[in-house]
């Protein structure tokens, strides 16, 4: 079976200062990885996805995410963060592009604190 | 384009009760997923409906049921409420089935079980 394992509970950073939240997942197959963002009250808003190609995929509010399959991991990195960062981050895995049969599978989430 | 909709946007329920949630999709959208995420649990996969047809389902007990209409919009039924049925459900909406296209989130349900 599928499973996502987001290691880090919670993560404070200072306004400025780069971000990475760790990501690995277990699946037999080539995965399918997305990264979500919830704010308080909110939905999950996609931030990017990977199926192919190009190993470093590019997404929204200036979120980048690398794959690397050697380690079995999907990290979300972002150069400078800003204080409407502040959210909790969602790493999933799924067997196609909207998360296969049987869904998209979730990790517990990493909660992001900014300091100012 | 509008989003993902969900209504009610909260909701308490005593113990035993049922309750019937609705999703209206992006419109051109024809597959509906819900989601039920818990602080213990997180995110788990309820069912997906794709042109009026379950296509899959998730490990929850029978309690949990929905159908889809034919303008793709969706209604999850949780009946003889428990307090662990407690949660936020998230409606997710694709345009193609769930497998094949990405899913977009509404804001989700509050249901407190009392």
């Known amino acids: 079976a599928q499973s996502v394992t987001q290691p880090d509970i919670h993560i404070t950073v200072s306004e400025g200062a780069s971000l990475e939240l760790r990501c690995n997942y277990s699946y037999g197959a080539t995965p399918y990885l997305f990264w979500y963002v919830q704010s308080p009250g909110q939905g999950l808003q996609l931030l990017l996805k990977y199926f192919s190609g190009d190993t470093l995929v590019q997404g929204i509010k200036g979120f980048e995410a690398e794959f690397k399959r050697s380690q079995s991991s999907f990290n979300l990195r972002k150069p400078s963060v800003h204080w409407s960062d502040a959210a909790e981050y969602f790493c999933a895995v799924g067997e196609g592009s909207g998360g296969g049969a049987d869904g998209l599978t979730f990790g517990k989430g990493t909660h992001l604190i900014i300091q100012p | 384009k509008a989003g993902v909709t969900q209504t009610p946007r909260y909701l308490i329920k005593t113990r035993g009760q049922q309750v019937t949630l609705s999703c209206s999709p992006i419109?051109?959208?024809?597959?509906v997923s819900w989601y039920q995420q818990t602080p213990g649990q997180g995110l788990q996969f309820l069912f997906e409906?794709?042109?009026?047809?379950?296509?899959n389902k998730g490990n929850f007990p029978g309690r949990f049921s929905g159908r889809q209409f034919s303008n793709s919009r969706s209604e999850m039924n949780v009946s003889t409420l428990e307090l662990g049925d407690s949660a936020l459900y998230l409606c997710a909406s694709s345009f193609g089935a769930g497998d094949t296209d990405t899913q977009y989130f509404g804001p989700g349900t509050r249901l407190t079980v009392l």
């Open positions: 419109s051109g959208h024809r597959s």
């Open positions: 409906y794709f042109s009026e047809t379950q296509r």
